[in-house]
C-alpha cells in the first residue's frame, strides 16, 4: 500500500530538480506548492533564486500553477509576485485542488505529463498519486510551519525512512 504512495524523487529543494531530466521524461507542466516548497510557511518574500529556478523552468517550456491550501488572500499574493496562475483552498489531498490546476494549465484534460512538486508527504504526495501524478518531495524550506503540519511531519518521517529503507534494497 505504502509503495503506491512513494514519490518518484526525493530531493533538498527545488535547486536539486534536474528540469532537462524531467523534460526528457515527458514533462511539460509543473504544479507547484507554495508554503515550504517556493516560500517559507507564513512569509511573502521570495527569494531571488525561485524567480531564477521558475524562469529557467519556463525558458524549458514548462507551464506552471501553483497550488496551496493556503487561503485566497495570501496565495494571491504570491501568485501575483510570481507571475503564475494558482489555486488557493486546494483542500489537499483531495483530488479537485489538482484537477483545478490541471483545467489551468490544459485545459481540463488528463494529462500525465505533470509532475507536482511539494514539502509535504500527506496533502502534496498522496493527492497527486491519487492522479497517478509524477511526484517531487522537496524538505521543507523552515522548521516553523502550521501547527497540524507539525503533527504530520512526525508521521511523515517514519513512511519517509520506510522509502530510504526500501531504496537500499
Not at 50 to 64: M, N
Not at 87 to 101: D, H, R
Not at 133 to 161: A, H, M, Q, S, Y
Amino acid at each position: 500500500m505504502l509503495k503506491r504512495f512513494k514519490p518518484d524523487i526525493i530531493c533538498n529543494s527545488i535547486f536539486e530538480i534536474d528540469l532537462k531530466k524531467l523534460k526528457s521524461r515527458g514533462i511539460n507542466y509543473l504544479i507547484i506548492d507554495i508554503d515550504n516548497t517556493l516560500v517559507p510557511w507564513g512569509e511573502l518574500e521570495v527569494k531571488s533564486e525561485v524567480f531564477s529556478w521558475i524562469k529557467k523552468a519556463q525558458e524549458l517550456g514548462f507551464r506552471i500553477c501553483l497550488v496551496s491550501n493556503n487561503q485566497k488572500e495570501r496565495v494571491k499574493k504570491i501568485e501575483n509576485i510570481l507571475g503564475l496562475p494558482s489555486v488557493y483552498n486546494a483542500k489537499k489531498p483531495l483530488k479537485s485542488g489538482f484537477l483545478k490546476a490541471s483545467y489551468i494549465l490544459h485545459e481540463g484534460k488528463k494529462n500525465h505529463q505533470t509532475a507536482v512538486i511539494g514539502d509535504q508527504f500527506f496533502t502534496d504526495v498522496i493527492g497527486a498519486k491519487r492522479l497517478k501524478l509524477f511526484v517531487i518531495l522537496v524538505r521543507p524550506l523552515k522548521e516553523r510551519e502550521f501547527f497540524v503540519t507539525r503533527i504530520n511531519r512526525i508521521f511523515e518521517k517514519g513512511i519517509l525512512k520506510y522509502y530510504m529503507k526500501d531504496d537500499d534494497k
